[in-house]
Structures are given as C-alpha cells and as structure tokens.
C-alpha cells in the first residue's frame, strides 16, 4: 500500500493495513492490548511504515509516529517511537518534547545522551550540559551510553568556543573508556574530526584509523575520510 497517501487528519498518512504483524515488536505488541482491536490494529499499521520509512524519508516516518500517538499518546512504547522518528527527521524540539514525556512516564535515565543531544541541536548547549550532569551522577547507564553523554558533552564544549576542552574530554574518554567496540569507535572518529578542524592532520589520520579499525558494521565514514585525507596529502606533494 502506498504510505504516502492521506487519511482521517489533513496532515496524516493512511495506515497501511496489509502489513505482517509477526514483524511488529512485542514490547508494541504487549502495550497495545488495552486498546480496542480496531484502533490497535491502525497504530500497528503506522508504526510499521514509520519503521520503514526511517532512513528513507525520517520526515514522512514521523509523521506516521504522530498518527500512531493521537491514538494511544498514554503508551510509552509510541512516545518512544515518535521522538526517535522526530529526531531522525531534524525535528529536535519535537523529539525532544517526547523524550521528556517519555522520560517522565518510565523514570529511565537511559534517555539522557539523547535529550542532551537534542538540547546541543537547538542551540543550547548550557542546557545539554545540565542533563549531561543528570547522566554522569546516575548509575543506570550503560557503558556505550556513557561514551555517548561524552560525544554530546564534547560537543556542546566546542560549540561554546572551548575546542582545548573538548580535545581534554575525548582524549581522556580514549584512554580511560571500556565500552562496545562501536562505541569506542565513535569516540576515536569524534575525536579525529577535533583533530582535524584544529589542523592537525596527522592526529586526524591515525584516529580516523584506529576508528575504521574498531567499526566491524562500517556505520562510520572513516575509511572514506582516511582516502580523502590520503588523496589531499598527494595532490599537495605535486
């Protein structure tokens, strides 16, 4: 069915209702059934087209989230859901909103990277600070979510002027961090584009590599960002 047609509201896709409900989550599953079959069934049906539509068109998949929420907007599992397609789709103040709302319905402190990230999107990086300090005094976060509050405290830091700070953040989280090895890629390619926006190039080269070397599922840019780098340094040895 084609996700791009219009339904009950002049701003929301129609649910498709041909989809495989075997491919649907059982966390969605679990919270739906307290909502009448019906209804459930079309909030099913948006969820599954906000899922793949996601990298496609994050915009249109946010969209479905919404129309999935203005159904059930009590069931964290659709809060969920819509901040992570708002957020995909640039809509920060958006995802942020539901984020909070969500955070309030579950007390899950695992929301903190990202609420700060968003609060760094919108230009408030005090603010990005403040829950980062939420996240650093909790003792609820993974490892992987910890290496995730230094990215976004690393970068508010730039955004503030304060690039020798956020070099000292990324490096100490380098030598110190035990984390998944994607994680502790992410924090080796942050720290290579530090390096790189400061000039120097050969700090930038070796962690950009140490970053291609960590990231198995190649979810990083690095290895293009090394050919580039390469590329640039032959055509001034001309």
């Known amino acids: 069915m084609d996700r791009r047609g219009y339904g009950k509201y002049a701003d929301e896709p129609v649910a498709p209702l041909d989809f495989d409900e075997d491919a649907l989550p059982p966390a969605i599953k679990a919270e739906l059934r307290s909502v009448p079959t019906d209804v459930a069934h079309i909030i099913e049906g948006h969820v599954v087209a906000a899922a793949e539509l996601l990298e496609e068109d994050p915009k249109l998949a946010h969209q479905h989230a919404q129309a999935a929420l203005r159904r059930a907007a009590r069931l ?43 609060e760094r999107a919108l230009g ?17 976060l993974s490892s992987s979510q910890r ?26 989280a380098i030598a110190t961090v035990k984390a998944s090895d994607e994680a502790e890629a992410r924090l080796h390619y942050a720290y290579a584009e530090l390096m790189l926006t400061s000039g120097d190039v050969s700090t930038a080269r070796k962690y950009f590599a140490t970053a ?23 055509g001034d040895d001309k």
Do not use: F, H, W
């Not at 408030?124 to 609820?140: C, T, V, Y």
């Open 76 to 118: 964290p599992v659709l809060r969920e859901v819509a901040a992570e397609t708002a957020y995909a789709a640039g809509e920060y103040a958006s995802a942020l909103n539901e984020y909070r709302a969500l955070r309030r319905m579950t007390g899950n402190d695992n929301l903190l990277p990202v609420m700060a990230d968003c």
């Open 124 to 140: 408030r990086p005090q603010a990005a600070l403040k829950l980062i300090r939420e996240g650093e005094e909790s003792e609820r």
């Open 147 to 172: 290496v995730e509050l230094v990215l976004v405290k690393a970068g508010a830091r730039e955004d503030m002027g304060q690039q020798a700070e956020a070099r000292r953040l990324l490096r100490g």
């Open 212 to 234: 291609d070397s960590l990231d198995a599922s190649e979810l990083l840019d690095a290895a293009d960002r090394l050919k580039e780098l390469e590329a640039g340094e032959k």
